[in-house]
């Protein structure tokens, strides 16, 4: 399992600076085939300084939910950390 790109990427507005919330398209490589699923996630800063990101999936994907999430969190802070999300 492979997470190629998040595209169409929407920041909600949301009054409160240190949590963003988004949506987008997960584009992933699931046992050779290309799955599309919509996705929503947020990056909270929290006091300490630490992000925690928290994602949810639309759609059931045929693929264990647990690696699935942590591969997408890796990329979500990658997008981050270069800023590559909208503002």
Do not use: C
Not at 41 to 61: D, M, N, Y
Request: glycine fraction near 4%; aromatic fraction near 8%.
């Amino acid at each position: 399992m492979k997470v190629l790109e998040i595209k169409d990427i929407i920041r909600k507005d949301v009054p409160i600076y240190y949590r963003m919330f988004f949506s987008g398209i997960a584009v992933l490589q699931v046992m050779n085939k290309l799955v599309e699923r919509s996705i929503d996630f947020s990056i909270e800063i929290k006091p300490t300084g630490q992000k925690e990101i928290l994602v949810t999936i639309a759609a059931p994907v045929d693929y264990p939910l647990v690696p699935l999430i942590r591969e997408l969190k890796q990329f979500i802070d990658k997008l981050d950390s270069h800023g590559e999300l909208p503002l």
